[in-house]
T-cell receptor, first 113, second 115 residues
Framework: KQEVTQIPAALSVPEGENLVLNCSFT??????LQWFRQDPGKGLTSLLL?????REQTSGRLNASLDKSSGRSTLYIAASQPGDSATYLC????????????FGKGTKLSVIP | GAVVSQHPSWVICKSGTSVKIECRSL??????MFWYRQFPKQSLMLMAT?????????EQGVEKDKFLINHASLTLSTLTVTSAHPEDSSFYIC???????????FGQGTRLTVV
């Protein structure tokens, strides 16, 4: 059974800092990995989707990497802003045509002005 | 991008009553939709897979008679929490994949509080 772990559970940084969020998964036979942002009481915003054949994806100040063989992914946020404060979720997809995701518990990020 | 709309965004109900949550794909058809729930400080967990025109498939430990799923059209799936109890209070969220896309799109979620 796939298990997804996110470390740290919570992180507080001053504005402007670069930071890294970590995600690990136990079964490397994944199809893709996705990073989401969740604001309190709200739904999910997809940030980056990495296919299993890819090593990284970038969008603006966000960069996600994937090392499938070691079961790890990182989300790098450059020049953090208070608006980045949210919970960041990592989720893995098991196979082509299957959209049933396994989620980690998330990392709650607070960016202090 | 594809849009999935979920309604209501929050609901408070009395113990013993039933609550219906709707999930709609607004600009695409979805033969399959997924229902997740999230308890406080826990991860999102898949509850069931909703299949248009056929029965839903439930994950282990999810009571199918309590969480009724209906996927009557290609753009609408509903989750009904029957005889809700305080322990059913949770965040429920749906997702739907669009044909040709490698990702599923999520609704806004529903915060259910049973008092």
């Amino acid at each position: 059974k796939q298990e997804v772990t996110q470390i740290p559970a919570a992180l507080s940084v001053p504005e402007g800092e670069n930071l890294v969020l970590n995600c690990s998964f136990t079964d490397s036979a994944i199809y893709n990995l996705q990073w989401f942002r969740q604001d309190p009481g709200k739904g999910l915003t997809s940030l980056l989707l990495i296919q299993s054949s890819q090593r990284e994806q970038t969008s603006g100040r966000l960069n996600a990497s994937l090392d499938k063989s070691s079961g790890r992914s990182t989300l790098y946020i450059a020049a953090s802003q208070p608006g980045d404060s949210a919970t960041y979720l990592c989720a893995v997809g098991p196979g082509a045509g299957s959209y049933q995701l396994t989620f980690g518990k998330g990392t709650k990020l607070s960016v202090i002005p | 991008g594809a849009v999935v709309s979920q309604h209501p965004s929050w609901v408070i109900c009395k113990s013993g009553t039933s609550v219906k949550i709707e999930c709609r794909s607004l600009d695409f058809q979805a033969t399959t939709m997924f229902w997740y729930r999230q308890f406080p400080k826990q991860s999102l967990m898949l509850m069931a897979t909703s299949n248009e025109g056929s029965k839903a498939t439930y994950e282990q430990g999810v009571e199918k008679d309590k969480f009724l799923i209906n996927h009557a059209s290609l753009t609408l799936s509903t989750l009904t929490v029957t005889s809700a109890h305080p322990e059913d209070s949770s965040f429920y969220i749906c997702s739907a994949p669009r044909t040709g896309s490698t990702e599923a799109f999520f609704g806004q979620g529903t915060r259910l509080t049973v008092v």
